[in-house]
């Protein structure tokens, strides 16, 4: 089947991308809301997009009813947010955090996350995230449907044994983050495998 995106109504846009580009990491974004409370949701439209400077991108749409979404408000404000990587131990809470709550709800209470006050923002990050990325904005790319946030990385929190005895590399059998496939749907990364590049003469080696 083709189908021309141009065309297409924006249901089926939706769905087409999120069904078949995927698995997507899930960011758990906390970020502060004005009456001084945390605020927590889910997010796939989630990666990192450059180490230098180091910036990672959220994709935000309007709630249904056309309403921003209190994440959306909140990094507008206040210019941060975090990232917490969820496995599945934070899955729960997680989807919890992602049903619709009214702004004045703290999703962090609510889903039973522990919050720490951040090291370089007014936010918190869950305790129990293997790791979180404290971030600034960098841009916001606004669209009439959708705001893609950049922001920049400027602290790392990373539980000790999802790090490997030099504290440098990923420890695999401890970091296993979940993403979101299509719709309900989501992938553990509990079967990980490696590929090595074929040595081939004159190659240059691969990021
Ligand atoms: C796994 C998952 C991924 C999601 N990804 C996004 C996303 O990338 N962008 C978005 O706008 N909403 C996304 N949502 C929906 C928001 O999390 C949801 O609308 C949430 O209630 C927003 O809360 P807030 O008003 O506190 O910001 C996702 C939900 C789930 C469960």
């Known amino acids: 089947m083709e189908f021309d995106f141009e065309k297409l109504d924006e249901q089926t846009r939706y769905r087409l991308l999120t069904n078949f580009i995927g698995p997507r990491p899930i960011a758990l974004v906390s970020t502060r809301s004005a009456a001084g409370h945390n605020n927590a949701a889910p997010m796939s439209f989630f990666n990192v997009f450059s180490h230098e400077p180091a910036i990672i991108a959220l994709g935000i749409q309007p709630r249904m009813d056309g309403r921003e979404k209190d994440t959306m408000a909140n990094i507008r404000r206040t210019g941060e947010f975090v990232v917490n990587m969820v496995d599945m131990a934070l ?11 009214e702004t004045e709800v ?3 209470e609510k889903s039973g996350l522990q919050p720490v006050a951040c090291n370089k923002i007014d936010a918190a990050f869950a305790a129990q995230s ?10 916001l790319i606004e669209y009439p ?31 296993q983050p979940i ?8 992938i553990s990364s509990d079967r990980q495998f490696e590929l090595k590049a074929p040595a081939i003469h004159n190659f240059m080696p691969a990021d």
Do not use: K, S, T, W
């Open 179 to 186: 993403a979101r496939l299509h719709a309900d749907n989501y």
């Open 91 to 101: 899955a729960e809470a997680m989807l919890v955090c992602g049903l619709g709550f």
């Open 130 to 139: 293997p790791c979180a990325f404290e971030c600034r904005v960098d841009h």
């Open 145 to 175: 449907r959708r705001v893609i946030v950049l922001g920049e990385v400027v602290h790392m929190h990373v539980h000790r044994h999802c790090l490997d005895d030099e504290g440098r590399y990923v420890e695999p059998q401890n970091y």
């Open 106 to 108: 703290d999703e962090m």
